[in-house]
């Protein structure tokens, strides 16, 4: 007779994967909150820099010509930059394996020069 029993328990098994689907639920639901977040901040950014835009070239003498027009949508579209940054990431246009894609597309023109020279020799 058998005095101790270690098996798994099945309850645990399905509480470890309900805490990683959580988990994964939570980190895409603070995701799609950082991309909602630029959103609102890229709409905030082109209603607010429009009307100063014709609000202060209407009032000053120079009117659309010259920086002083645009100088908020120029300092603002930077910060505006660095929060796309830090939402999308650098790899936004390039994509997440453009590395290795560019990797193995140089290492397959080196062996087609490899197979091209040994057809000399």
């Given at each position: 007779m058998e005095k101790y029993s270690i098996e798994p328990y099945r309850e645990e098994e399905s509480q470890a994967r309900d805490f990683r689907k959580e988990e994964a639920y939570l980190r895409a639901k603070k995701r799609v909150e950082a991309?909602?977040?630029?959103?609102?901040?890229?709409?905030?950014?082109?209603?607010?820099?429009?009307?100063?835009?014709?609000?202060?070239?209407?009032n000053s003498g120079s009117g659309f010509r010259g920086f002083g027009p645009y100088a908020?949508?120029?300092?603002?579209?930077?910060?505006?930059?660095?929060?796309?940054?830090?939402?999308?990431?650098?790899?936004?246009?390039?994509?997440?394996?453009?590395?290795?894609?560019?990797?193995?597309?140089?290492?397959?023109k080196e062996r087609e020069k490899q197979r091209k020279f040994s057809e000399y020799e």
């Amino acid at each position: 007779m058998e005095k101790y029993s270690i098996e798994p328990y099945r309850e645990e098994e399905s509480q470890a994967r309900d805490f990683r689907k959580e988990e994964a639920y939570l980190r895409a639901k603070k995701r799609v909150e950082a991309i909602s977040g630029f959103y609102w901040h890229l709409a905030s950014y082109v209603v607010v820099n429009a009307f100063l835009i014709i609000l202060i070239a209407m009032n000053s003498g120079s009117g659309f010509r010259g920086f002083g027009p645009y100088a908020t949508a120029f300092f603002w579209g930077i910060g505006l930059a660095f929060h796309f940054i830090g939402v999308f990431g650098f790899n936004f246009l390039l994509g997440k394996n453009w590395e290795q894609r560019k990797i193995d597309e140089f290492m397959e023109k080196e062996r087609e020069k490899q197979r091209k020279f040994s057809e000399y020799e």
